[in-house]
């Protein structure tokens, strides 16, 4: 079962001395009685049953007699008990008079660690792990909804993109450092570390972030290369990219940021490459020799 709690703007409790008033208002706050309920059932199953022993468990017949419920009313607010985390469940054992120890088991429900304030514990742990992927949920959704106005703004002024990639060769010149796209285009595919300029930022210090973020590897300048300005070698659109010659510094291989992989290849034994990045190594190799 889900966790689920219902978050409300809410004052502490502490200076309501009536327990009765401020465990009512509590519970109504967390989502587990509704704000306009009559029905007693819920409060007193916690308030009777769960709060006044902590440490019984208690089966569904038990709940049933002590509280004079129907089994789906009761169901449906132990169900919200369960869905908060707020109870454990116990196996009970039980034990036939005439026949000794009986195989047969019931299950019982309790309050978790016998205590509501450990309980809750469980919860705010819950709830922290749900707000920490609120945030990455949010996070992404702004991310893609910038992307998706920067693409329009671009689409619409029909101006060229300005992209770096870097081309690193390894100590002795034989392998070329290669990433695995981790979003689209070319999902997958394997290509030069690289992206876009970003704004204020020179392409020498653009093509050295985006190595090491791609790669966790550091590198330091050898040189520009050339400038590819082909309209159409990007399905984004047109983009133009400046390749620089960078040599490594330092660092641990290791995908990163839009790369799920970084990966040391042979020149002479390259996977398929992505947009137009095989020309462009191809061009590299004779004008490097």
């Not at 919200?80 to 019931?106: F, M, N, Q």
């Not at 749900?130 to 002024?157: C, F, G, L, P, W």
């Amino acid at each position: 079962m889900g966790f689920e709690l219902r978050v409300v703007r809410n004052n502490p409790l502490t200076g309501e001395n009536n327990l009765d008033e401020a465990l009512r208002t509590f519970l109504k706050q967390i989502g587990y009685i509704p704000e306009s309920a009559e029905d007693e059932i819920p409060y007193r199953m916690m308030r009777d049953c769960f709060l006044s022993f902590p440490g019984k468990p208690w089966t569904i017949d038990e709940l049933l007699d002590q509280l004079d419920s129907s089994k789906s009313t009761l169901y449906r607010y132990l169900n919200k008990l369960k869905g908060l985390d707020l109870l454990e469940e116990v196996i009970i054992p039980l034990d036939d008079v005439e026949e000794g120890p009986s195989k047969k088991t019931r299950k019982g429900y309790k309050i978790r660690f016998e205590s509501l304030s450990l309980a809750w514990s469980i919860i705010e742990s819950h709830t922290s792990v749900a707000m920490e992927n609120y945030r990455k949920s949010v996070d992404h959704i702004d991310e893609m909804v910038k992307e998706r106005i920067q693409a329009k703004t671009y689409s619409s002024r029909k101006h060229p993109k300005l992209a770096v990639d870097g081309i690193v060769l390894d100590e002795k010149g034989k392998r070329i450092l290669l990433i695995r796209r981790g979003r689209e285009p070319f999902q997958g595919e394997w290509a030069l570390p690289g992206g876009f300029l970003e704004y204020d930022e020179s392409g020498e210090e653009g093509v050295i972030r985006e190595v090491l973020e791609e790669t966790n590897l550091q590198t330091e300048m050898i040189g520009e290369f050339k400038a590819v300005t082909t309209p159409g070698r990007d399905p984004r659109g047109h983009i133009v990219s400046i390749v620089y010659h960078l040599k490594m510094t330092g660092g641990e291989i290791q995908g990163g940021d839009d790369a799920a992989e970084a990966k040391w290849y042979d020149l002479k034994k390259l996977p398929k490459l992505a947009f137009d990045h095989d020309v462009i190594i191809r061009d590299f190799i004779k004008w490097n020799q």
